[in-house]
């Protein structure tokens, strides 16, 4: 590795971990319950996080965490990446529903014993990524919502523990009965972003 002086990713403040939190909850949002509607600049989105995060973890390896090094990789992976999946539109629908259905297959699927698990979560993506493009509206819809809702769930989920505001229900959250409530409140979340993409979807044109 190439040691290089300067600030490490170690290093953040708590606000700008604050700030980062904040804008994957907001980006959250757009994607549960504007995915669809604003779907060219998902896919646009979707592919600078892909490639920018790609990008920023090689160069944090190489540089040993240099936290300059490492956003500089990932906003020129990003733009590379927002502009391939922004342009090459199938290939951008196939990836979300591939996100989409690894994040539901993994979160459902974590903690079994079978050996078989890593290669269902994998195939389940592949497959959700394939049922994508043959129907795009309602597989779209679906893995937005899911996307989205896990990243406002999980940025939530930061906020409150770091403020102390669920002091009293930590042990329950870490518990047996933890991961349940979390997904339970991820579905609900979900739901609610996929009830609003399909209620608010536009009508079809009149002949």
């Known amino acids: 590795m190439i040691d290089i002086p300067g600030m490490r990713l170690e290093d953040l403040s708590d606000a700008q971990m604050n700030a980062s939190v904040a804008c994957s909850v907001a980006v959250g949002t757009l994607y549960c319950f504007l995915g669809y509607r604003t779907l060219r600049f998902v896919l646009g989105v979707t592919g600078f996080f892909i490639a920018g995060t790609v990008a920023a973890l090689l160069v944090g390896w190489i540089s040993a965490g240099h936290l300059i090094s490492m956003a500089v990789g990932m906003l020129i992976g990003g733009i590379c990446g927002a502009m391939a999946l922004f342009f090459l539109y199938k290939t951008g629908v ?10 539901v297959a993994y979160n459902f699927l974590q903690g079994r014993p ?8 994998i195939g389940l993506g592949v497959a959700g990524g394939l049922v994508a ?3 795009e509206r309602p597989v779209v819809m679906i893995a937005t919502s899911a996307i989205g809702g896990w990243l406002v769930v999980s940025g939530l989920l930061f906020f409150l523990l770091a403020s102390g505001w669920l002091d009293d229900y930590t042990a329950t ?5 933890g991961r349940p409530i979390v997904l339970a409140i991820w579905v609900a979340i979900a739901g609610l972003g996929a009830f609003t993409q399909f209620a ?3 009508k079809p044109a009149k002949a």
């Open 94 to 103: 196939f990836f979300l529903g591939l996100i989409g259905g690894i994040l």
């Open 114 to 121: 079978e050996q078989w698990i890593p290669a269902a979560i």
């Open 133 to 135: 493009l043959l129907i």
């Open 173 to 177: 959250l870490e518990g047996e009965y």
């Open 200 to 202: 608010t979807r536009p």
